[in-house]
Structures are given as structure tokens and as C-alpha cells.
């Protein structure tokens, strides 16, 4: 069944493929053609609901990528027609071919130049239990710049000296549907070491630790973001 390996509100993002080359190829204008599922009609139907309004052909196929559970499958489809619903612009598709799993990184990383706060949480307080409360983000100590991202855990540069094994307090944005979330989260330094070229920075590697599922799930829909934009 298709519902038990696709999500609802699954991310999604739909390539054409070329006619002579069966080739996944870009669209002509570079515009990128990104939704969510938000329908299954059938198992071989599905209702996309697409960020931006494009035009789809019915005599071409295309190929249409879809994150969900954690996962990355690759289907082809055939447009079959667009509406308009509660003022969001619809999509038809038929799927003409298996589901296939694209196989990736358990974590892929991605690079991600942004903002980014810590503070350093003290060992006892992450042992056993995690603290029962977040400092706020915006009083975190130490201001630095995120390098990449992945479902795992995060690198940055800083100019404070960070130890492997020490535990953070990180906090920065992501984009997510209808806006920029926060992030305020727990990690443990698994990498420390000063850049060969920028002496007085550190490259600091860090993992999440004590992350929930919904934290986990919206990191990842914000990694397969970043990655299908490049």
C-alpha cells in the first residue's frame, strides 16, 4: 500500500525527464517545482499541492522525488490536470512506475551558512536526564555561524575554544511551511580542532543528543530542502 510507505503532507519535488535521453533533467525557466502530497486518490493517483504555480505538460513524464519517514523515494508520473483548492494550486499525477528507494547518507549534510547561538551545558546536568528546561535561545552566550547541517547534528566555526566530549546548548532557524521555526536543542561535541587556515577558529562537529521525533523530522525536511536547492 502506498500509504503505509508514503506520508501525507510528504515533501516533494518533481524534475522532467527528457524525452530523447530519458535523462532527469531541470526545467527550461530553472524553476524548481516543490510541494506536498496532500491527497492519495488511489494507488496509482496522488493530489500535490505546489508551493509555486508551473505549468506541467500531459504528454511528458516526470520524475518526482518524495521524503517521508525518513526516506527518499524516486517515482515517475504523468500530469493529469491542475485546480485550484482553498487558494492553493493543486496537481494531479498518475504514478506509472514502483516506488524505488533512493539510497543516501543515514545522514546527509548539507551546507548551511547560518546564524547560530550556544552555550555550554554542564556534563552532570546531561547524564541521566536531560535539564528540564532550555535556557532561552536569545540568552545563549556565544553568537557563531552554522557551516552545514544534518539529521544528526550540526558543524560551525567559533572563535572559543570548545572541547571534544562537552555538551552545548545550540539554537538557530530553519524554514519550514508557513515560516522560520527556532531550533533549541542538546548536543555533544564529537569533533574539535583549530582550521589550517583561519588559526583562531575552531571547527567544532556536534551531535544532537535528547532530540525529540518532531525536532528530528523538521531538521530533515529542512536538510532535504537545502540539498534539492543545490
Known sequence: MIEEMIKKDAF?????????????TEFENGLACKGRIRKFVS??????????????????????????YEKVYLTYVYFQSS???NGSHM???EIVSPMERVQRRKHQRVSCHTRMLFRRVAADC????????KMDPDSLEYEDF???????????????EVRANEFLQVAFDIEREGGTATMSL????????KLRNEQD???????YVGISEEEKEQIIHYVFQLERAE
Not at 552554522?146 to 572559543?160: A, E, N, P, Q
Not at 577558529?201 to 551531535?207: C, L, T
Request: glycine share 10%; hydrophobic share 40%.
Open 91 to 93: 496537481v494531479s499525477l
Open 43 to 68: 494507488e496509482t493517483e496522488i493530489e500535490v499541492e505546489l508551493e509555486e504555480e508551473i505549468s506541467l505538460d500531459k504528454m511528458s513524464c516526470y520524475a518526482i522525488y518524495i521524503l517521508s
Open 186 to 193: 542538546f548536543g555533544q561535541v564529537v569533533h574539535s580542532g
Open 83 to 85: 485546480f485550484v483548492a
Open 12 to 24: 516533494v519535488k518533481i524534475f522532467p525527464v527528457g524525452r530523447d535521453t530519458g535523462k532527469i
Open 146 to 160: 552554522m557551516v552545514d547541517i544534518s539529521g544528526g547534528g550540526i558543524r560551525f566555526t567559533t572563535k572559543r
Open 126 to 133: 546531561i547524564q541521566g536526564d536531560l535539564p528540564e528546561k
Open 201 to 207: 577558529y575552531y571547527d567544532i562537529r556536534m551531535k
